[in-house]
């Protein structure tokens, strides 16, 4: 592994990394370790984005990044083509606390659907650069609170909607909650998809299976080790557990009725506990290394409730020809100081048409251009 080093005082920029005293944070940083693979490169496409959160290509190639506690969605051109935005664009502010995002040419327009605490909106494209139409609300009533962000994602005509838990472990009321629910593109025709996802943030459909995959964040409160996080493939008509079951359908002792865990899913593949895995990507031939090609890229958002702190990193899962996972390996580290205490906190992970990664902070309030070195 390659360590980049920088110095940051206030705002410091070089050809490779770029970061500053972060806000609303009061310490200053003064050193940042980048550890990827020598292969790799990475620099700052853009910073003072605050609360960078999720984010989504349009159709002219353009980064479009939700920053939900900002209540804001904006625009992040590079014009030049120099692997930095020239500008932020403002799209929409003042909305509840808007996450992701998803964009889709249909018959009557283009447009941009954005997933906030308790709707679904979409935007038409209007003829200028980056100006759309007023907000058209599609689907309302989404329950608020608890884990506020909704992930959305669109295949074959069909929203899927990502919904988390309202509460660390409880039996939910509410049958969007801790579930993923799809919808017609107009909002219409909802039913729940699947269900016992705790907190699956990050949601992604294979290229290989066409099957969606997601990353889930386990409950709280069982020590440092348990319940590992998950990734799931994720189908119809499936129960993933939570809150009665975690990890390989193991009963949750908190629950004095029975419920058979013969009976949910297990996950596909399993992480360090409390890591907060919140974004995921499959990686096609692009601008990295060819060894990439097969690969899902994850982010880790980092724990809060470890006695030894862990995530705060980006992991590689190496695929084979077919998507089947044959194993794991970090890609980039260096975002936890030895200290325990973070120096960023990757968010969503996602590939963009030129084939580069691009990777959101919402501690630093930056994006990162991963390409080749």
Known sequence: MRKIGLFLSFILFSQTVCAFSLVPHSHKLDL????????????????????????????????????????????????????????????????????????????????????????????????????????????????????????????????????????????????????????????????????????????????????????????????????????????????????YCYESQIFDEDFSRKFDCSKTEPPAHMFTAHMAPLGLAFYQKGNLPAKYDHSVFIAFHGSWNRSVPAGYKVVRLKLDASGNILGQEDFITGWLTESGAPDGRPVDIEQSPEGDLYLSDDYLGVVYRITKN
């Open 32 to 243: 940042l370790d980048l550890n990827l693979p020598p292969d790799v490169s990475i620099n700052v496409f853009a910073s003072d984005v605050p609360r960078a959160r999720h984010m989504a290509f349009d159709d002219q190639g353009v980064l479009f990044l939700s920053q939900a506690k900002a209540g804001k969605v904006v625009a992040l051109p590079d014009i030049d083509k120099n692997g930095k935005a020239d500008k932020t664009v403002l799209v929409l502010e003042n909305r509840n606390a808007p996450h992701g995002l998803v964009f889709i040419q249909l018959d009557d327009g283009y447009y941009l659907y954005i997933a906030e605490e308790t709707q679904v909106i979409r935007l038409k494209r209007l003829g200028k650069p980056f100006k759309f139409g007023k907000p058209e609300t599609i689907i309302n009533n989404i329950p608020g609170g608890g884990h506020y962000t909704r992930t959305i994602k669109i295949k074959n005509n069909k929203l899927y909607l990502s919904v988390g838990s309202s509460c660390n472990v409880c039996i939910e009321d509410n049958p969007l909650r801790a579930a993923i629910s799809r919808f017609n593109l107009d909002g219409s025709g909802g039913e729940v998809f699947a269900e016992g996802l705790r907190n699956s943030v990050g949601i992604e459909f294979s290229p290989y299976s066409g099957d969606l995959w997601g990353v889930n964040n386990g409950r709280d409160m069982l020590g440092d080790h348990h319940p590992k996080e998950e990734l799931n493939i994720i189908r119809q008509g499936k129960h993933y557990g939570w809150p």
